[in-house]
């Protein structure tokens, strides 16, 4: 029996009104539990505040209202440890080479220069980056600087990984394989991942719970049981299971995603 | 055909056309260009013309210094706060704009005739450029590339100094390079105004001596100055340019 | 407390400060006068009527070194865009351009025309012209391939294409050159006008500080700068307006 180990209870938040634009809600209200270790993705349609709902959970962002609970402390607009992000966009620097980037957060963390150096060679291999060492961003493609933004998530070993579409600019064959590779990282450091994707594909084949979202302002409507076993990722896309899975995920998406285009409350 | 051998052209295109201009307007008005070619190597090589330079490559070297620290100190902490630079930014390109010469009789009373009241000059017309490039880079930074260091916990004080400083660095380059020009130009003019030493204050004499040859001469070695200058600093750029996306 | 508001109480902050430090002799008079008497005398000297020849002068001046850079700009721009071989040829020269000290030259200027209007105009013009070809370039390049397709199944010619078609999507790029144009106008012809010349603005303030004659000196200087300020901000709001009916 597995813990909670991200608690969210009520959390809402509210753009407060400008000279230019009127008040936004975004999000609201949520109740979530993430299980320690658990696969968690998020499903909605646009706008419905998936990202910032990461954000809040992350502590990059403070809730209007509610509580974030991570490991039993409260997270309120305060990054805490452990925690490891992977944006949508591109986030390596492009004046570092790969490994400046990959060492990055770790200088400021006191460990001594073998145990950087090790952890830093781990993650190069892991995400089949060792040629490239030396390499800069700007030389790379979009899929390789990904690999690179994980890579400097991970040397820092969190215990929580939010990724925000991150694989959003790719073809759909690299999301294939981008997404067997989350999973074994997901399997080797044994962390629980919130995965926010508009891909119903992605979010069926790769996790443990789905949870849907509404349209804005974006409340969980359901969350679905994928149940897979130690199998799935690439490799059950043809099975009668993931067909199930995302014919409900879309029956729940279909009308919310006319909602949110039609701007139709 | 190459650039280089493209600009080769340009240039003779040019002296063509000056050539041209002197059998039409006569030598009171002009010199010729080979003439004035010579008039220059014999002015840089003269003994008494290099107190004139040195005292005018001290004065630049010190304005451009204020204005390159002031500049990049003044747009950087502008740009960090949001409010700060909504507020600053259209000063800052209101004072680019206007005719900063009108300023020169203030700062003259200010500082008097002398040193301090040509690095003033150069000083003032340099730091506006620097400090708005400067806000521009750090405000315009991809706000990635600080959440994804505020994710790492790192302080704010490291966050500006070992991301937005970085990512800064290639637009803060361009502004000095703009500084560096109008710190130049600032520099001379201080000369030809309140000084009795120095390139601006040479020229101010030939004009009163009506030497053209002089005017021309020092004019030359102005450009020729200016356009290296440009031309070091543009490689410069590009290299810091390289790793950019 | 928008910035807007923040900027008027910072500028109000400021002239206090001045007029409190004039006023209890920390600035002496010989240096500078008080803001409020600054600003009497600039009522005195407009109502008078002596300053208007000098006003006129220089404004009109601005005004043709800015329309002729502007027009000569936009079509040398245009002709420039068509032929690649002439653009790479000049680009080095752009580059360079504003690192040239153009007031360097108008010593030569006065000399080959004379004491006149002309070199004002000529310094004025050649700062703006470089500005107004570089963004109209810049605007041309802009133009999608889509649009000119459009132009030739419309069976434009490519002047018809320039005056229907390019020109008017490049505006909004144009314009940013002709914001500078007007900038670079008046510093060209004040400037050159501070130099050395024998009418204009920039003459009577020259004059007045070597007269000491503070009390004319600072008006004008606060003209100036009122008018050079207020054209630009209405050339940027302008701009500005363009460019947000152009985005989403």
């Known amino acids: 029996m597995t813990e909670v180990h991200v608690a969210l209870r009520g959390v809402t ?12 809600r975004a999000l609201g209200s949520i109740d979530l539990d993430l299980m320690r270790g658990e696969f968690f993705a998020v499903v909605g349609p646009s706008g419905c505040g ?25 997270v309120d607009g305060e990054v805490p440890d452990g925690v490891g992000v992977v944006f949508q966009e591109d986030a ?23 145990e950087i150096a090790a952890r830093i060679a781990h993650a190069l291999r892991v995400m089949g980056l060792t040629e490239f060492a030396s390499a800069y961003p700007a030389q790379l493609s979009g899929g390789m600087r990904q690999r690179v933004c994980i890579a400097r998530t991970l040397v820092q070993r969190p215990r929580v990984i939010l990724l925000d579409e991150p694989f959003g600019a790719l073809d759909q064959q690299t999301r294939f394989l981008m997404g067997d590779e989350l999973l074994r990282l997901w399997r080797e450091t044994g962390a629980t991942i919130l995965l926010i994707t508009h891909s119903l594909d992605e979010a069926a084949m790769l996790s443990d719970r789905i949870g849907v979202m509404s349209a804005r302002p974006g409340r969980m409507m359901e969350i679905i049981q994928t149940k897979w076993s130690d199998e799935r990722g690439s490799r059950v896309v043809a099975t009668p299971r993931f067909g199930e899975i995302t014919a409900r995920l879309w029956d729940l998406l279909r009308a919310e995603s006319t909602r949110a285009m039609t701007g139709v409350p | 055909m190459t650039q280089t051998l493209r600009t080769a052209l340009l ?25 004035t070619i010579v008039a220059t190597a014999q002015l840089v090589s003269s003994p008494a013309f290099y107190p004139h330079l040195i005292e005018t490559a001290k004065a630049f070297a010190v304005a451009l210094g204020i204005a390159i620290s002031c500049g990049i100190l003044i747009g950087f902490t502008l740009g960090v706060y949001r409010f700060a630079s909504d507020v600053a930014e259209p000063v800052l390109v209101g004072l680019y704009s206007i005719p900063k010469i009108t300023l020169y009789p203030i700062v003259l009373l200010a500082f008097g005739i002398g040193m301090p009241a040509k690095i003033a000059f150069g000083a003032i017309h340099g730091v506006v450029p620097i400090a708005i490039f400067t806000l521009g880079a750090v405000r315009n930074l991809n706000p990635v590339y600080v959440k994804a260091a505020r994710v790492m916990r790192l302080t704010p004080w490291r966050i500006a100094s070992r991301v937005l400083l970085p990512g800064a660095i290639p637009e803060i380059f361009t502004g000095i390079r703009v500084g560096f020009s109008l710190t130049l130009i600032g520099t001379l003019l201080g000369e030809m105004f309140a000084s009795q030493r120095g390139i601006g204050h040479l020229l101010i ?30 490689a410069v750029d590009r290299r810091l340019r390289r790793y950019a996306l | 407390m928008t910035p807007g508001r923040v900027r008027f109480a910072l500028a109000a902050l400021l002239v206090l400060l001045l007029e409190t430090l004039c006023r209890f002799g920390v600035i002496d008079r010989f240096a500078m006068l008080p803001p409020s008497e600054i600003l009497w005398h600039l009522g005195k000297i407009l109502t008078s009527g002596q300053m208007w020849p000098a006003i006129g002068k220089t404004l009109a001046n601005v005004a043709l070194a800015c329309l002729s850079a502007v027009i000569a700009g936009v079509i040398l721009g245009a002709l420039i865009h068509r032929w690649r071989a002439l653009r790479e040829t000049l ?62 199944i419309h069976r434009f010619g490519p002047v018809q294409t320039a005056l229907r078609v390019t020109l008017p999507f490049a505006v909004p790029y144009i314009f940013t ?25 920039g003459y009577e303030i020259g004059y007045a500080y070597n007269n000491f004659d503070n009390a004319v000196m600072y008006p004008l200087i606060v003209l100036v700068l009122a008018i050079a300020a207020s054209v630009n901000t209405l050339f940027f709001l302008w701009e500005k307006r363009l460019i947000a009916r152009r985005r989403r």
């Open chain 1, 50 to 74: 998936k990202s910032t709902l990461l954000e809040i959970i992350a502590g990059l962002n403070s809730p209007s209202g509610g509580s974030v609970m991570l490991e039993g402390k409260r």
């Open chain 3, 177 to 201: 050159g002709i914001k500078l144009a007007v900038a670079y106008s008046f510093i060209g012809v004040i400037g050159a006008e501070l130099i050395m010349s024998r009418t204009g603005l």
């Open chain 1, 13 to 24: 938040r509210v753009f407060p009104a400008t000279a230019t634009q009127k008040e936004v």
């Open chain 3, 91 to 152: 680009d080095p020269l752009f580059a360079a351009y504003y690192a040239i000290p153009v007031y360097a030259f108008y010593p030569l200027f006065i000399v080959i025309f004379g004491l006149g209007d002309f070199p004002q105009v000529l310094i004025g013009f050649m700062l703006g012209l470089v500005a107004v070809i570089v963004n109209t370039l810049n605007g041309l390049d802009r133009v999608p391939p889509v649009l000119i397709k459009t132009a030739r």
């Open chain 2, 11 to 35: 240039v003779g295109c040019m002296m063509a056309v000056w050539q041209l201009l002197f059998w039409y307007a006569g030598s009171n008005a002009l010199t010729a260009p080979l003439d």
């Open chain 1, 92 to 114: 390596s620097f492009p004046w570092l080479d790969v490994t400046g980037n990959i060492a990055f957060g770790l200088r400021p963390s006191g460990l001594d220069r073998f």
């Open chain 2, 205 to 234: 004499q030939a004009i009163g001596l009506h030497n053209i040859k002089m005017i021309m001469a020092l004019t030359l070695l102005l450009v020729v100055i200016a356009v290296a200058a440009s031309a070091m600093l543009l």
